[in-house]
């Protein structure tokens, strides 16, 4: 069973701050997806990242999937309380094609 | 993810009926999955099927869950005799190639309160 440890369960920062999410296991993935989901919503997807040592920016948040391909890390940078929300990610192993799922980062950034 | 679509969005069973999940992949994509998130829980997957075949259902309880991808039509996701335990938000996603690099885009998920 693959496992996804994801960290910190809850964060609340105020606005203006740096924050980092992190993802880890002890299993490979082909790729890991990063999604954020609103209340009352389906998961939104932010990034994929596949390549081991691979780094993606999307404005303020910076994506890097570790080299052996095992953890991912979601940095954001002078976060805005419109960032609050459930951050997720999510691993996709060679042997078969359903997600594995993290627990979740739940952010609230203050104004 | 607006265009993977699903329905209803909320639905109400009292325990022992059926539930009927209905599931319409994005355009073009032709491999959906269900999951499902139980109340302060992650997602959990349950199956992945393609058109008329399941493909992997290691996530599915053995009794009462059933799940179909029609040639035509969207996914079903079947509960039969629910009970107080199966009351969740219940996901499907739709990728276009099914391969292990492959993106999974989510809709926005039916919540099912059973009474």
């Known amino acids: 069973t693959q496992l996804l440890e994801q960290s910190p369960q809850f964060l609340s920062i105020q606005e203006g701050e740096n924050l980092t999410v992190y993802c880890n296991s002890s299993s490979v993935f082909s790729s890991l997806q990063w999604y954020r989901q609103e209340p009352g919503e389906g998961p939104v997807l932010l990034v994929t990242?596949?390549?081991?040592?691979e780094v993606k920016k999307l404005k303020r948040l910076t994506f890097q999937f570790g080299d052996a391909r095992k953890d991912s890390s979601l940095h954001i940078t002078a976060a805005q309380p419109g960032d609050t929300g459930l951050y997720l990610c999510?691993?996709?192993?060679?042997?078969?094609?359903?997600?594995?799922f993290g627990g979740g980062t739940r952010l609230m950034v203050k104004p | 993810n607006a265009d993977v679509m699903q329905n209803p969005r909320h639905l109400v069973r009292r325990r022992g009926q059926e539930a009927r999940l209905r599931c319409s992949p994005m355009k073009g994509h032709s491999h959906v999955y269900w999951y499902r998130q139980l109340p302060e829980e992650g997602l959990k997957f349950m199956v992945y099927?393609?058109?008329?075949?399941?493909?992997?259902e290691s996530g599915m309880p053995k009794e009462r869950f059933s799940a179909e991808f029609p040639k035509e039509g969207p996914s079903i996701l079947r509960i039969q005799q629910v009970v107080r335990g199966d009351s969740a938000a219940y996901f499907c996603?739709?990728?276009?190639?099914?391969?292990?690099?492959?993106?999974?885009?989510f809709g926005p998920g039916t919540r099912l309160t059973v009474l």
């Open positions: 990242v596949v390549t081991g040592g």
């Open positions: 099927l393609q058109k008329e075949n399941i493909i992997d």
């Open positions: 996603a739709s990728s276009p190639l099914g391969g292990s690099t492959d993106t999974q885009y």
């Open positions: 999510a691993g996709e192993t060679y042997a078969g094609n359903m997600l594995t």
